[in-house]
């Protein structure tokens, strides 16, 4: 490497080639097995669109993504903690209001949400910006279905941190499986499934983004996640209360420490 290198990239760079280098050795790595393997990084940048990021989805099939994850965000238990973006986020989403639809027009079991965002003391915190999004009652987002922005928002919080909106139950959805990645799990004779979630990215100035996603308990994917993204701390009941025509509710309390925090 050339002496002008900066340390970080020579200390990548090395890890990476001795790495790269001791696994074609230990596998014996064979030139048609090359080939197969320039073929498919070749493929997956074919794949990849505005709706599409099956590199993303190839990190987050073998745990890479998670891994990243947790890395970065080594914290305590005051904090909520973190889980992968995913592929499906999309920028500029509609912008709500507290209260109002996520999801109009979409058939489904209604599902009440009603979140807060915290400081790590436990304090509420206002003017925090809440993306959240979900897949429908069939397991698709709305880029799969070619719907512009539904099932989707862009919230934030008033000065008692709450954020609260009606939108429809989300399913328990297959990654997009019909390509290279899709490939991959099969050959490893793994599920494509994920559990049944909703997404969160929680902003605000002076404070460490959030991403997340909260989970519903009862899911049979729940510890079977094609992308290793569920956290116990992460799950929670969903059951629609006792009393009659009550909908289904998803409750939880966001804790976000401030940027400086150890």
């Known amino acids: 490497m050339s002496p002008e290198a900066s340390p970080r990239m020579r200390q990548i760079m090395t890890a990476l080639v001795t790495h790269l280098h001791d696994f074609v050795r230990e596998v014996e790595l064979t030139p048609e097995e090359w080939e197969q393997g320039v073929g498919f990084v070749t493929e997956l940048g074919r794949w990849c669109d505005d709706k599409r990021q099956e590199v993303i989805l190839l990190s987050d099939i073998l745990g890479v993504s998670m891994l990243v994850d947790a890395i970065a965000h080594r914290t305590h238990a005051s904090v909520s903690e973190t889980t992968v973006l995913g592929p499906f986020h999309r920028e500029n989403p509609p912008v709500l209001q507290n209260g109002q639809n996520m999801s109009p027009g979409v058939a489904g079991e209604p599902l009440e949400v009603e979140v807060r965002i915290l400081d790590e003391a436990g304090q509420p915190l206002e003017g925090a910006q809440v993306d959240v999004w979900h897949t429908s009652p069939d397991g698709f987002y709305d880029s799969q279905l070619g719907d512009e922005h539904n099932m989707r928002g862009r919230f ?70 094609a992308v290793f993204g569920v956290k116990a701390s992460l799950v929670t009941d969903w059951d629609a209360p006792k009393a009659a025509g009550k909908p289904a509710k998803l409750s939880y309390e966001f804790r976000i420490p401030r940027e400086d925090a150890a």
């Open 156 to 225: 934030v919080t008033g000065p008692d941190g709450l954020l609260a909106f009606p939108t429809v139950m989300p399913a328990s959805y297959p990654v997009p499986h019909d390509g290279p990645v899709g490939r991959v799990l099969a050959s490893m004779g793994r599920s494509p499934m994920r559990p049944t979630h909703v997404h969160f990215w929680i902003k605000k100035p002076g404070y460490r983004d959030l991403i997340t996603h909260i989970f519903k308990d009862g899911d049979p994917y729940l510890h079977d996640d």
